[in-house]
């Protein structure tokens, strides 16, 4: 059952969207109990001890080598700057939540933004093709965006 949902990209980015609401919905149930900074080094500490230990599971099941010839300067360096990037998201959203932000708002301007950042560079960055209903989508998400902010 594992390899079949592997093989369904729109079945993983919901995955990793359930992953996205527990850490919106845990760091403002938390964000009255610690201090933001402290708490978005937990956050950070906590990933990467998952990351770590996935990343040994996945090498040690394979019989993979753990470092192997897929890795350049230059990954490594994107990989850096998206960590930098996610850090970044984290310490804002610990500080969106103690300011007094609900979790149900902070999350979905914080999500829909990235959103739309992202359309727009993987458009005009990436080359990416985005069809006339994807894009009245789109459009109907940014407009919810701004409906949010504005209460």
């Known amino acids: 059952m594992l390899s079949t949902i592997m093989q369904y990209w729109w079945v993983l980015a919901m995955i990793s969207g359930l992953g996205l609401a527990m850490r919106n919905i845990m760091f403002k149930v938390g ?4 201090d933001a900074a402290l708490g978005s080094l937990v956050l950070s500490i906590s990933m990467a001890s998952v990351s770590i230990g996935y990343f040994l599971w996945n090498r040690l099941s394979s019989g993979e080598p753990f470092f192997s010839g897929a890795m350049d300067a230059k990954g490594t360096l994107y990989a850096m700057i998206a960590g930098i990037g996610v850090a970044g998201a984290n310490i804002f959203l610990a500080h969106g939540y103690k300011a007094g932000g609900q ?3 902070v999350a979905i301007l914080q999500n829909g933004f990235s959103i739309s950042v992202t359309i727009v560079v993987g458009m005009l960055v990436l080359g990416e093709v985005i069809r006339p209903l994807q894009g009245v989508g789109i459009a109907c998400a940014l407009v919810g965006m701004i409906l949010i902010a504005k209460g």
């Open 31 to 34: 964000s009255g109990h610690m």
């Open 103 to 105: 979790a149900s708002l």
